[in-house]
């Protein structure tokens, strides 16, 4: 496929988008980045996306190279361009390019990327079967509310763990859990209640996440924002990650322990049913 890409203020085949070799992104992993899935033509949680990165640009000090207005246009206009009706659009913005230095001027022009990827969002099939994880050290950067391109880590754990057989990665930290690679992760425990780890700086504060709590409490299901162990993640009935591609993902195994009776559980199938259809409902149609 060859997708029109947006760089800094272009729009341009693939093959003629190109970053300096300069950029402080490319040198120092010096860059944001957000994933906003776009469904039945309608860009999904987008308000929550951009809200989280001029949060995340601000904690680094990078400026925000356009407006609330243009980067929507921006959004729905790269959506047109690569006729996506289902996918992913891609978003990263970096301090911008200079000859390698550890110390940054305050004046840098940020590089401002997008791309799209096409993909059935609403087919996965692991929503039916349910993620098999496996618990890995904590070994990120302790920043960890901001949504930075530092993923080595969690790349290399999740290539490791998938080699093994297992779908993806849970991070423990001081006997906590704080997430898996690329989502927050929850669980549902015998009594019914929702556990997710409070906001802090040792997990992404997760756009879905923050639905999937509104939405609980919408349906009269008690939730509780806390640490919690690998030990009580395997007694629990359900468990499951939330993102922005995946949605509500169940998880159905920890380390080879069926969590629940190891298929996915009603609570989870129900949350993932009211968040697609809510965020249909609420979701900003691209065409004009």
């Known amino acids: 496929m060859d997708r029109t890409v947006y760089l800094n ?17 490319f040198l120092f992993a010096d860059a944001i980045y957000e994933v906003t899935a776009v469904i039945d033509g309608k860009l999904i949680a987008y308000p929550g996306h951009a809200a989280r990165l001029r949060r995340s640009l601000d904690a680094l ?9 243009e980067l929507l246009a921006l959004h729905k206009e790269i959506a047109r361009r690569n006729t996506i009706q289902e996918g992913l659009i891609y978003l990263q913005i970096s301090r911008g390019a200079q000859d390698r230095d550890f110390v940054f001027p305050q004046d840098l022009a940020p590089t401002l990327v997008m791309f799209t990827q096409a993909k059935r969002v609403l087919d996965n099939p692991k929503w039916k079967t349910g993620l098999s994880l496996q618990t890995v050290p904590e070994g990120r950067w302790a920043q960890r509310q901001i949504k930075t391109v530092q993923l080595l880590y969690s790349s290399l754990m999740k290539t490791e763990a998938a080699r093994k057989g297992y779908d993806d990665v849970l991070f ?10 690329s989502a927050n992760f929850h669980i549902i425990t015998t009594d019914g209640t929702l556990v997710t780890r409070d906001l802090s700086n040792a997990l992404l504060h997760g756009i879905t996440r923050g639905s999937i709590l509104d939405l609980a409490q919408r349906a009269g299901l008690k939730a509780e924002e806390r ?3 690998v030990d009580e993640t395997r007694s629990a009935a359900e468990a499951f990650i939330t993102s922005a591609s995946s949605f509500v993902m169940p998880v159905v195994s920890l380390d080879g322990h069926k969590i629940g009776d190891g298929t ?4 989870s199938r129900r949350l993932l049913e009211i968040y697609i259809e809510d965020q249909l409902q609420q979701g900003d149609a691209i065409a004009p």
């Open 264 to 267: 996915v559980g009603p609570t």
């Open 172 to 181: 423990v930290e001081d006997g906590y859990i704080t997430e898996a690679s």
């Open 227 to 229: 640490s919690f162990t």
């Open 9 to 25: 203020g272009e729009w341009l085949p693939e093959a003629d988008a190109k970053v300096s070799v300069f950029d402080r992104g």
């Open 61 to 69: 000090g990078i400026p925000m190279p356009v407006g609330d207005d």
